[in-house]
């Protein structure tokens, strides 16, 4: 792409994210992603599709200042306590609002749900990447997708990986 600035989004599923590096064992840099998105995928816009709860709120701010562009869903809070914000409906249909205004599209998860998604960015040339969080665990809708639309936060453990801080 000569004399023109790659211009791509990334579509984050952060609750498919976030379970899938938890599962792995370690804790997600969100301030070290965002970094390699831009600097892997030339991201300008990062999306990040999260549940909305109230009390989040300072969790929230912290990835807005790390570059992240929120997009809430109401969550609903079942008796047994289990807190439900399901993001797919608002990723695809930011994906396809914007479609016109990225070159190229990161989608990051690891949910068969989208599997009609990503075939539709295939077909219209504007996939860069499937960026799947675990490589051992996803959906075999995923999976019939060609290799090179594919790569895996799994395998980023050494650049994202979230260290604490060591205090003197």
Known sequence: MKGHERNNFAFIDSQNLNLAIK??????????????LKDKYAVTKAYLFIGFIQENSDLYKSLQEKGYVLIFKPTLKYKDGKVKGNCDAELVLQAMIDIYTYDRAVVVTGDGDFH??????IKQKKLEK????NQKS????LKKFPSQYLAFVSDLKRKTEYKKKRTP
């Open 23 to 36: 599962e792995l064992g370690w804790t997600l840099d969100f301030a070290r992603f965002r970094r390699y």
């Open 116 to 121: 009609c998604l990503i075939d539709y960015l």
């Open 130 to 133: 499937l960026l799947i969080p």
């Open 138 to 141: 996803y959906s075999a809708l």
